[in-house]
C-alpha cells in the first residue's frame, strides 16, 4: 500500500539554524543531531566520522563529517565547548541519522563552556514551526526534496 | 510533536513489483525527478535518468564484480548496483516525472539485466516512453537475450543508442569475471556478436561499449580495445572499477588513480587527436609507461588537459552533443577523488588532476 511520508517536527527542541541542529540541554550538556528536514534532503549516510571525546570546540568548528550517498560535509558545532559523547551507535549504523534522527540518531554531548551561546538557537513553537517552513520552502526550491 | 505533510509516494515492503509496470531507477535519477529528497556534494545541472528491470529473480548472470550479481548475498531488491540504492516505482509515474521535467532531461536509458522477460519488458518501455516525451533514449542491452531481429525492433520502437556493458575488455579477464563463476556464465563470443550487429543496426557512433579499468586487464588490452572500437565508430565508455561490498570482488582494489588519469588522457588524445597507436610505450607485462609526444604535440595535450574534458564522464549525449548521462558517483564515494566527473573540472580539481596523473614522469 503506498503511504504518505511526513516529516516529525519537534517543537519542544532548539534548533541552531546555521547548520539545522537540534539541541537540547541539560545540566550544562547539549545532546544535538541533525534536523528531519536536513537527513530527508541530505539522503541515506554511509559514514560518519567524530572529533574524539575531549576534544575542545570554538563556536563554529567542525565536530562531525557526514557522508551520504552523494552527498559529504562538515557540521560546525553551534556553540563553544568540549565534546563529551559521540554516539558510536551512528558510526556502525549511520542509517540511524536518517531513521531515527531525534532518537537513536542523535549525534554528539557538549559541555556548554558559554552557555550564553546558545541565544544564537531558535527556541518555542510557534519560532520554531515558523523557522522550519521556512527553512521547507527553501529547501523545496532548491530541488532537494521530493515532490508529489 | 508536529507532523509536517511532506507529499512523497513510497512503496512498502508488502507491495513488491515488477518489470515491465515498475522499474528501479538510479538514486541520483529519483532526486532529479523529485521522485526522492537528496542532493549532491557540489551543484551541477544533472538529466541522465537510469532505469533498471525489475524482477524477483533479479539477473541471471553472476559476474564478479557486480552488484546485481546472482550469488551476491541478499535479496535482489535490496542489492545496490554500482554502490548505491535504485528505488523501485511504477513506470508510468517515472515516465510521467520525465515529461514533466522534460526540459531538464538530457538522456534516458534503460538498463536490461540477463532475464527471459528482459526483452519483451524493455521493449514495452521503450514504446510507453518514446509516445510520451523526446528525449534520447539509449538502452544498455544483455546480449544472451537479444538478437538482430530483436535490435531493429527496439530501434524502430525509438531508442536511439545502444550500449554493451561487455566491462571486461579482454576475453581471458571476461572469462575470470563472467563466464567461469558460479551461476549464469556469460559469453565473450554472444557480447561481440551483439556489438556488431548493433553497430549494423544503429550505424556508426550510436553504439559504445563499457570498458571497465580494473577488472584485471593490462593498460595494452585497454588502450587495445579503444583502437579496435574507434575503428569501427563504436564509442568505448570508461568505467572505473569501485568494490561492491559482499560482492566476489568486494575487497578487491580500485584502479590506482595515476594509472586511471593516464588511461582517461590517452583515450580522449586517442579520440579526438588521432593519438597514434606506436606513440603510446608499454613495458613487457603491459604497462603503460610513457607517452612519446614530439614537441610540437605537446601542445594539444596540454591544452586537452587544461580543458578537463578528458575528465569528464564519458556517456551518451543529449540532443546537444554534450554527455547526458554522467552518473554522479558511480565511481568514487563523495569523500574520495571524482573519478570521472559530472561536470566540467574546475581550477582546483585540475590542480589535483595534475598531480595525480605524474605527467611530467609519463611523457617521454
Given at each position: 500500500m503506498a503511504q504518505k511520508k511526513q516529516i516529525e517536527l519537534r517543537t519542544d527542541l532548539m534548533y541552531d539554524p546555521v547548520e539545522s541542529l537540534w539541541v537540547e540541554v541539560k545540566d550544562g550538556i547539549a545532546r544535538i543531531g541533525l534536523s528531519p528536514l536536513v537527513q530527508e534532503s541530505t539522503g541515506s549516510f554511509v559514514a560518519v566520522r567524530f572529533s574524539e571525546p575531549g576534544t575542545s570546540l570554538d563556536k563554529g568548528e567542525s565536530f562531525v563529517s557526514l557522508e551520504a550517498e552523494k552527498h559529504v560535509g562538515h557540521l560546525k558545532s553551534p556553540f563553544s565547548g568540549i565534546v563529551m559523547n559521540v554516539n558510536e551507535e551512528v558510526v556502525e549504523h549511520p542509517r540511524l541519522i536518517n531513521t531515527d534522527p531525534y532518537g537513536q540518531g542523535w549525534l554528539a554531548e557538549i559541555r556548554l563552556?558559554?552557555?550564553?551561546e546558545l541565544e544564537?538557537?531558535?527556541?518555542?513553537?510557534?519560532?520554531?514551526?515558523?523557522?522550519?517552513?521556512?527553512?521547507l520552502k527553501k529547501y523545496n526550491d532548491k530541488g532537494w526534496l521530493a515532490q508529489a | 510533536m508536529n507532523n509536517i505533510p511532506f507529499p512523497l509516494e513510497v512503496i512498502t515492503e508488502d507491495e513488491k513489483k515488477y518489470s515491465p509496470d515498475y522499474v528501479r531507477i538510479s538514486a541520483a535519477s529519483a532526486m532529479a525527478l523529485r521522485l526522492k529528497s537528496g542532493r549532491f556534494a557540489r551543484d551541477f545541472a544533472f538529466g541522465g535518468i537510469n532505469l533498471l528491470l525489475n524482477y524477483d529473480n533479479g539477473c541471471l548472470s553472476d559476474c564478479s564484480y557486480c552488484g546485481l550479481a546472482r550469488t551476491r548475498p541478499g535479496d535482489y531488491e535490496e542489492k545496490s548496483f554500482i554502490r548505491v540504492e535504485w528505488p523501485l516505482y511504477s513506470t508510468d509515474e517515472v515516465i510521467e516525472r520525465i515529461a514533466r521535467y522534460a526540459p531538464q532531461m538530457t538522456r534516458l536509458c534503460i538498463s536490461m539485466v540477463t532475464h527471459g522477460s528482459a526483452y519483451r519488458d524493455t521493449l514495452d518501455i521503450t514504446r510507453r516512453i518514446t509516445e510520451k516525451v523526446d528525449t534520447p533514449l539509449s538502452l544498455l542491452v544483455a546480449p544472451p537475450v537479444l538478437n538482430r531481429e530483436k535490435l531493429q525492433t527496439l530501434k524502430d520502437a525509438g531508442a536511439d543508442m545502444i550500449?554493451?556493458?561487455?566491462?571486461?575488455?579482454?576475453?581471458?579477464?571476461?572469462?575470470?569475471?563472467?563466464?567461469?563463476?558460479?551461476?549464469g556464465s556469460l559469453s565473450w563470443d554472444n557480447y561481440w556478436d551483439v556489438i556488431y550487429a548493433s553497430r549494423d543496426i544503429y550505424g556508426p557512433w550510436k553504439v559504445n561499449v563499457h570498458t571497465v579499468v580494473g577488472l584485471g586487464e593490462t593498460d595494452w588490452d585497454m588502450i587495445d580495445i579503444f583502437y579496435h572500437l574507434y575503428e569501427r565508430e563504436i564509442f568505448p565508455y570508461l568505467f572505473c572499477f569501485n568494490p561492491e561490498p559482499d560482492s566476489r570482488m568486494g575487497e578487491a582494489p580500485k584502479p590506482g588513480i595515476t594509472r586511471w588519469r593516464r588511461i582517461q588522457l590517452v583515450k580522449h588524445l586517442i579520440e579526438h587527436y588521432g593519438l597514434e597507436r606506436e606513440k603510446i610505450k608499454f613495458d613487457e607485462q603491459g604497462r603503460m609507461i610513457g607517452l612519446e609526444m614530439p614537441s610540437g604535440k605537446l601542445k594539444e595535450v596540454i591544452e586537452t588537459l587544461d580543458s578537463g574534458i578528458p575528465f569528464m564522464t564519458d556517456g551518451c549525449p543529449g540532443e546537444d552533443g554534450e554527455v547526458g548521462c554522467t552518473r554522479p558517483y558511480g565511481s568514487y564515494r563523495p569523500t574520495e577523488s571524482y573519478r570521472d566527473f559530472p561536470f566540467r573540472p574546475e581550477e582546483d580539481d585540475l590542480t589535483i588532476i595534475r598531480r595525480e596523473l605524474k605527467l611530467e614522469e609519463f611523457l617521454m
Open positions: 563552556s558559554r552557555p550564553e544564537g538557537c531558535i527556541q518555542g513553537e510557534e519560532a520554531v514551526q515558523a523557522w522550519f517552513e521556512a527553512e | 550500449g554493451v556493458g561487455l566491462d571486461a575488455v579482454s576475453k581471458e579477464t571476461f572469462f575470470k569475471n563472467r563466464t567461469d563463476v558460479p551461476n
